[in-house]
């Protein structure tokens, strides 16, 4: 059964930097094809990719982010963290971290995620 | 940086057929996905690959492609199918990911 957890602050101040985990089970991040992926949803707008690691550390970036993001993963720990600095308010959002697998091309199963607001 | 582009809403009465476009300039090279999403619920996909379907999801949802425009078409629309509808693909690279605005769809 996979499933995925997203956690962290629930509540950030503008120019901190932001840290979220997706703890996961289910799966290995180190098979072949394997990857993680984070996607984020402000309040009734659409769905924004963010960032991907694959099975192989290979890690992928939202052109738009790519400055203030970074990927990583440990499999031992079944964990991805995402950090995202500078954190400005049009950065409340929701936050999914999903499974990706690259043979399909698709995030089969998301977690349940997390929302997080920007605010002094 | 690159888009795809969705109709903001459509409506469709119970029975009727509903039909979601997604357009994109590397659709022709790129698959896209098609991912449904209720109101307070994580994003469930329904469609893979332009068109094909993953197991547990209903007959009635089916996707085509034709150049730069991918469609998901719902035939027999229910109630339980009013949700928001996502496309989703790659850019021309393949190493970034994208989706659409999404399309409401309201069942009259």
């Known amino acids: 059964q996979v499933t995925l957890r997203e956690s962290g602050p629930a509540l950030v101040k503008p120019t901190q930097t932001l840290t979220l985990t997706c703890t996961f089970s289910g799966f290995s991040l180190s098979t072949s094809g394997v990857c993680v992926t984070w996607v984020r949803q402000p309040p009734g707008k659409a769905l924004e990719w963010l960032a991907l690691?694959?099975?192989?550390?290979?890690?992928y970036y939202s052109t738009s982010l790519k400055t203030r993001l970074t990927i990583s993963k440990d499999p031992s720990k079944n964990q991805v963290v995402l950090t995202m600095t500078n954190m400005d308010p049009v950065d409340t959002a929701t936050y999914y971290c999903?499974?990706?697998?690259?043979?399909?091309?698709?995030?089969?199963?998301w977690g349940q995620g997390m929302m997080v607001t920007v605010s002094s | 940086s690159y888009e795809l582009t969705q109709p903001p809403s459509v409506s469709v009465s119970p029975g009727q057929t509903a039909r979601i476009t997604c357009s994109g300039d590397a659709l022709p090279k790129q698959y896209a996905y098609w991912y449904q999403q209720k109101p307070g619920q994580a994003p469930v996909l329904v469609i893979y690959?332009?068109?094909e379907r993953p197991s547990g999801i209903p007959e009635r949802f089916s996707g085509s492609s034709s150049g730069t425009t991918v469609t998901l078409t719902i035939s027999g629309v229910q109630a339980e199918d009013e949700a928001d509808y996502y496309c989703?693909?790659?850019?021309?690279?393949?190493?970034?990911?994208?989706f659409g605005i999404g399309t409401k769809v309201t069942v009259l």
């Open positions: 690691i694959d099975w192989d550390d290979d890690k």
């Open positions: 690959k332009d068109s």
């Open positions: 989703q693909s790659a850019d021309s690279s393949g190493t970034s990911y994208v």
């Open positions: 999903a499974r990706f697998l690259s043979r399909g091309g698709y995030f089969d199963y």
